[in-house]
């Protein structure tokens, strides 16, 4: 079975901290994925990640980074926390080996910023 | 970013009852997924659809994939507390990495 991990279930911030969120999977997958979660909104697409160090912007990448610096672990970063990022952040990954490449998901993060 | 419609947002249904819930999108896609999310948890993949008219069931779980390829069905057959949760469709238009989501549907089973 494939296995993402996120490094936390809840993490409370404070404005302006700067904040990491570590997503690990185990299954050489090539694609690694962040999405925010919040009501009535659904998942959307923060960034994304096809290879080591190569990174695209989702939908909404404003006030995010990320990092990708060995294929199995993907960062999301929150450069300067603010309260309209509190949220639910899920890590998904795929392969391209796999037909149409359906996404897998860890457990969520779920962020408040103070 | 683009949506998909979900129905219906939530329900409630009693223990032993069918469960029907539906995705419609405006764009043509080749391939939906199906996710089951508990509460506190990641969305779990249910079942894959690659091909229209594509009939696919996992347990008591069974999904179609429309003809026209811009919905989606799931049905759960004899609910059970278990199945208590939020449903996403997901849907991709070229087969590749690109998912779009739908907003889900919260159900609640009735013991």
């Known amino acids: 079975d494939v296995k993402v991990t996120q490094s936390s279930r809840y993490l409370v911030k404070r404005t302006g901290e700067k904040v990491f969120l570590e997503c690990v999977q185990d299954m050489d997958h090539e694609n690694m994925f962040w999405y925010r979660q919040d009501p009535g909104l659904g998942l959307r697409l923060i960034y994304f990640?096809?290879?080591?160090?190569?990174?695209e912007k989702g939908d909404i990448p404003e006030g995010y980074s990320v990092s990708r610096e060995k294929k199995e672990r993907f960062s999301l970063i929150l450069e300067s926390a603010s309260t309209n990022q509190t949220s639910m952040y899920l890590c998904?990954?795929?392969?391209?080996?796999?037909?149409?490449?359906?996404?897998?998901f860890g457990d969520g993060t779920r962020l408040s910023i103070l | 970013g683009q949506q998909l419609n979900q129905s219906p947002q939530s329900m409630f249904i009693q223990e032993g009852e069918d469960v029907s819930m539906n995705c419609t999108s405006s764009?043509?896609?080749?391939?939906w997924l199906w996710y089951k999310q508990d509460p506190g948890e990641g969305p779990v993949l249910l079942i894959a659809l690659y091909k229209a008219g594509e009939l696919t069931s996992n347990g008591r779980l069974t999904a179609q994939f429309g003809i026209t390829r811009k919905d989606s069905f799931l049905n759960i057959s004899a609910s059970i507390p278990s199945d208590v949760g939020i449903y996403f469709c997901a849907g991709s238009t070229s087969g590749t990495y690109k998912y779009i989501f739908g907003t889900g549907t919260r159900l609640k089973v009735l013991a």
């Open positions: 990640s096809y290879d080591v160090k190569m990174k």
């Open positions: 998904a990954s795929s392969s391209i080996r796999t037909r149409n490449q359906p996404q897998h």
């Open positions: 764009s043509i896609f080749n391939t």
